[in-house]
């Protein structure tokens, strides 16, 4: 069986479709316990999917557990993502990533995505999906992470980080899909108002409190991180959407600066590569391949949240606690 073509718009496809979904597991008899050492995982920096990962890799201190490696941030048409002579596969010297694939399922007919979690013992792929393997490293490695004590999923909050999961994803992550793939001017218009909308709300949310969920960063906010830095960094761009930013959205823009500033976060960041890997290889949005000059927002730049935020939140309480009790003073 012969994979399926592969074009380089697809590699950031919100609707792919993941394969390989075995689980890390700590129970007895698991297939892929969590073994320092054992696991390899495949990434790309500009890759926003692969970013969750590597996110939840620095903060739960994993770097000595599981190594990393990266594909060509450039696309082979018809090939998928390869491997570079400057940073070759350090496994196996193979060029493509679909021979990864190959070697775990050769009947395998799909496209090759990252990031990918391969099980060195087992010489197999455990799993491709991001918001999966986020949530394993979050939770299953703590035996030999330096930074067991972060939990980004805690029981409490967990229906409520779902929820804001479910509707970034599909009012975010696949909001802007919808504008780029739009066929119709109508079409257009409508996801480009339903996105911003979907903007406008994460703006007014974070105008009165520091984070999604919680007095901390939880596994909700750092999968919204990556498609609010490719916002700024390409689709305003790729999909005409010139005059905006995320500077129309200053809460929203402190909050994605403060997440950037967190530590750690840095190492899972690389705008130049980002920008053109997306510039260059979606095509059918940027014929040229040119790489636009970036005049978007600086992330570097102080984020004003933290004690402002706590301080416009102490104030809405006293406000409502006093309406609540007009003769408490």
Same mark, same amino acid.
């Given at each position: 069986?012969?994979?399926?073509?592969?074009?380089?718009?697809?590699?950031?496809?919100?609707?792919?479709?993941?394969?390989?979904?075995?689980?890390?597991?700590?129970?007895?008899?698991?297939?892929?316990?969590?073994?320092?050492?054992?696991?390899?995982?495949?990434?790309?920096?500009?890759?926003?999917?692969?970013?969750?990962?590597?996110?939840?890799?620095?903060?739960?201190?994993?770097?000595?557990?599981?190594?990393?490696?990266?594909?060509?941030?450039?696309?082979?048409?018809?090939?998928?993502?390869?491997?570079?002579?400057?940073?070759?596969?350090?496994?196996?010297?193979?060029?493509?990533?679909?021979?990864?694939?190959?070697?775990?399922?050769?009947?395998?007919?799909?496209?090759?995505?990252?990031?990918?979690?391969?099980?060195?013992?087992?010489?197999?792929?455990?799993?491709?999906?991001?918001?999966?393997?986020?949530?394993?490293? &979050?939770?299953?490695?703590?035996?030999? *992470? $330096?930074? #067991? @004590? /972060?939990?980004? =999923?805690?029981?409490? !909050?967990?229906?409520?980080?779902?929820?804001?999961?479910?509707?970034?994803?599909?009012?975010?992550?696949?909001?802007?899909?919808?504008?780029?793939?739009?066929?119709?001017?109508?079409?257009?218009?409508?996801?480009?108002?339903?996105?911003?909308?979907?903007?406008?709300?994460?703006?007014?949310?974070?105008?009165?409190?520091?984070?999604?969920?919680?007095?901390?960063?939880?596994?909700?906010?750092?999968?919204?991180?990556?498609?609010?830095?490719?916002?700024?960094?390409?689709?305003?761009?790729?999909? &005409?959407?010139?005059?905006?930013?995320? *500077? $129309?959205? #200053? @809460? /929203?823009?402190? =909050?994605?600066?403060? !997440?950037?500033?967190?530590?750690?976060?840095?190492?899972?960041?690389?705008?130049?590569?980002?920008?053109?890997?997306?510039?260059?290889?979606?095509?059918?949005?940027?014929?040229?391949?040119?790489?636009?000059?970036?005049?978007?927002?600086?992330?570097?730049?102080?984020?004003?949240?933290?004690?402002?935020?706590?301080?416009?939140?102490?104030?809405?309480?006293?406000?409502?606690?006093?309406?609540?009790?007009?003769?408490?003073?």
């Amino acid at each position: 069986m012969t994979a399926a073509p592969f074009t380089k718009d697809s590699a950031y496809d919100i609707h792919r479709v993941t394969t390989f979904r075995q689980r890390i597991s700590r129970q007895r008899n698991a297939s892929h316990p969590p073994k320092a050492g054992r696991y390899h995982l495949y990434a790309m920096l500009g890759c926003p999917w692969a970013q969750r990962v590597l996110i939840v890799r620095e903060l739960k201190g994993l770097q000595r557990a599981i190594s990393v490696s990266f594909v060509h941030h450039h696309m082979v048409e018809e090939e998928g993502w390869a491997f570079s002579a400057q940073a070759p596969d350090p496994l196996y010297g193979l060029r493509f990533l679909r021979e990864l694939y190959a070697m775990a399922d050769a009947r395998y007919t799909g496209r090759p995505t990252v990031p990918v979690l391969w099980d060195k013992q087992r010489e197999t792929i455990v799993n491709n999906e991001s918001a999966e393997l986020f949530r394993m490293l &979050g939770s299953e490695f703590d035996a030999v *992470a $330096d930074n #067991p @004590a /972060l939990d980004l =999923y805690p029981l409490p !909050l967990r229906a409520r980080i779902d929820d804001w999961n479910e509707r970034l994803q599909r009012d975010v992550s696949r909001g802007i899909y919808a504008v780029l793939f739009a066929t119709t001017a109508t079409e257009r218009d409508a996801a480009a108002s339903r996105y911003f909308a979907a903007l406008r709300a994460l703006d007014q949310h974070l105008a009165q409190r520091r984070f999604l969920v919680g007095d901390a960063p939880t596994e909700a906010d750092w999968l919204l991180l990556p498609a609010l830095l490719r916002f700024e960094w390409v689709y305003c761009t790729l999909a &005409g959407l010139h005059r905006h930013s995320l *500077a $129309d959205f #200053p @809460a /929203l823009l402190g =909050y994605a600066r403060e !997440l950037c500033q967190w530590p750690g976060i840095a190492a899972t960041i690389d705008m130049a590569l980002t920008r053109e890997s997306y510039f260059t290889s979606m095509l059918r949005f940027n014929p040229s391949g040119v790489v636009p000059p970036y005049r978007g927002v600086d992330f570097a730049l102080p984020h004003g949240r933290g004690a402002r935020v706590v301080v416009d939140l102490q104030e809405k309480r006293r406000v409502n606690d006093e309406s609540a009790n007009p003769l408490s003073s």
